[in-house]
């Protein structure tokens, strides 16, 4: 008898490689601005703390595509070359969901708080007004950036677990 419910680990990477896919969409319309002269992002992008955008967006392609890319080959590649069809459906549920959305939630707070506080420099505030302006933005962003660390742990003990598993018995 099973203690958790299985997945097929095939269907999982392809979840990943759908968020891969959306989440490279995402990407593509969250540079749009860049294209848009009177928004002065080049401006603001260039000292703290509009430097915040940049690695928001750096790191949402790493974590966020490139990332959910590699956890898609990861499941595919265990379905296929080591012969391990199934996996923990809550685990990997979890896994998915807690990563996709602190994705979104530091990349959104990272890039609020740059964006504000690369305003606020432009418009001759001080650099200690602009830190106590976007002070309410550094606590949510740390909690995103762990609950990321939290459901890349599940996908790794997750995919230890499945590694780990015996082989289906053929009948």
Known sequence: MELAEKLDTERVARYFIYLALSNTLAAAIFATPLLVPTFGLPLIVGAFPGTWMVIAYLSFLAVGVLG?????????LSSRLMGKDQTIKF?????????????YGYAFT???AGWIGGQALRQGLSVAAVGFLIEPLVLPTGAFIALVLVGQSMGVLNILWTLRSPAPRVS
């Not at 959910?68 to 595919?76: A, D, H, K, N, R």
């Not at 685990?91 to 994705?103: G, K, P, Q, T, Y």
């Open 110 to 112: 990272m890039s609020a």
């Open 68 to 76: 959910m890319l590699g956890w898609s080959l990861v499941y595919f």
């Open 91 to 103: 685990l990997a549920i979890s896994h998915l969901v807690i990563v996709e959305l602190s994705v």
